[in-house]
């Protein structure tokens, strides 16, 4: 058996390289059934909806819904160091479209908080894939598409992968981000370990301790290393960088780095879903890959995990200057994959 893909510690910098990729599928084969408005990047600087907060699982989820509440859900789920106004211009879309779009605060971020103050402040991914799970049940949505990019893109790509009955379809930004604590620990030549240096600074005392004084000016850096041609403004920014401001945003994302290099323990209770990932499951469900050709984050190319996506699928690289944020830089095509993959199942 083939060693797991590991999207955390492979070489693939020579993304940026690549050109536009399909696999499967073409785009027109499989039209979604409904109409998307046009909507510019940058129009929406808030969201329609009021904020809403559940008990689900170990958290109180603060979470974004909009469009008829009987209409088929669709879960938008955010990255670090980002959070949900990634999707501030793709959620009146698709609820315009007739989606019932639900858009959480992953733990550590915005207003969602955990239940009890002796919760472990645990941010490996299995852990943020049930908290989708259970979210899903609190909210009564036995079946969702999921659609997420970076931090989203690896939890949506879990719960399709380890609960497909609860995964409609999936649109993943940058493509099968499952990995494990083993491959992490394997060495890469000079240049792709260049490219997780923050992972290295995170690993150290003096990583937490700046991260904890410094996160915004951080978190600032990466969106413009991550993002090279978007030109952002400060309230774009600004609004984003409050969610950071959560109490446990820093155990979070430290411990999430941490245990990817196998430097951090995760809780017991998780250990079964972290050993079926090691394995690199296959997702069946049908799955819409996106990429944005100026994408600055470590990112593998489309070739090197269309073997994962044994359903229906298509990878599309979206062009024009786009970097990792996919869905608040170019929220039309992003919008346009929930609807399409939607209609894979038609």
């Known amino acids: 058996m083939s060693a797991p893909f590991n999207p955390d510690r492979r070489q693939f910098m020579n993304a940026a390289a690549l050109g536009v990729m399909a696999f499967g599928a073409t785009r027109s084969a499989f039209a979604g059934p409904a109409k998307l408005p046009t909507v510019a990047a940058g ?11 559940i008990k689900a699982g170990a958290l109180n989820v603060g979470y974004i819904e909009a469009g008829p509440a009987k209409g088929p859900p669709v879960i938008l789920i ?26 959480p605060y992953l733990r550590g971020y915005g207003t969602t908080r955990f239940a009890s103050a002796d919760a472990v402040r645990n941010g490996q991914p299995s852990a943020l894939a049930l908290d989708i799970v259970d979210l899903m049940d609190a909210l009564k949505a036995p079946k969702a598409i999921l659609a997420g990019f970076d931090w989203g ?18 649109v993943s930004v940058s493509g099968y981000l499952i990995g494990s604590q083993a491959a992490g620990k394997t060495p890469l030549p000079p240049q792709a370990e260049f490219q997780w240096w923050y992972q290295f600074y995170f690993a150290t005392e003096r990583g937490k301790e700046g991260y904890t004084k410094y996160r915004r000016e ?70 819409i890959t996106l990429e944005g050709d100026a994408n600055g984050a470590p990112h593998p190319p489309p070739s090197a995990y269309a073997r994962k996506f044994v359903g229906r699928y298509e990878h599309r690289t979206i062009t024009g200057g786009i970097g990792h944020n996919l869905p608040q830089e170019a929220p039309q095509a992003f919008a346009q994959a929930v609807v399409d993959v939607d209609g894979f199942g038609a």
């Not at 990255?79 to 639900?102: E, H, K, N, Q």
């Not at 719960?159 to 409609?168: D, H, N, Q, S, T």
Request: a negative charge; proline letters at 6%; glycine letters at 4%.
């Open 43 to 53: 129009t929406h600087t808030s969201f329609a909806a009021p904020l809403k907060q």
């Open 78 to 103: 955010h990255g670090w160091p980002y959070d949900i106004y990634s999707f501030v211009d793709v959620t009146p879309m698709l609820a315009a479209a007739g989606y019932r779009v639900i858009v």
């Open 218 to 287: 951080f978190s600032r850096l990466i969106w413009q290393l991550a993002s090279p041609q978007w030109k952002f403004d400060d309230a774009t920014f600004d609004r984003s960088a409050a969610a950071f401001d959560n109490p446990d945003h820093v155990d979070i994302v430290i411990h999430n780095y941490r245990w990817r290099q196998g430097l951090a323990q995760g809780e017991s209770r998780y250990d079964d879903f972290e050993q079926r990932l090691a394995a690199g499951p296959e997702i069946k469900v049908p799955t």
């Open 153 to 170: 893109a690896r939890t949506a790509d879990i719960v399709a992968a380890l609960w497909p009955e609860r995964c409609k379809g999936l």
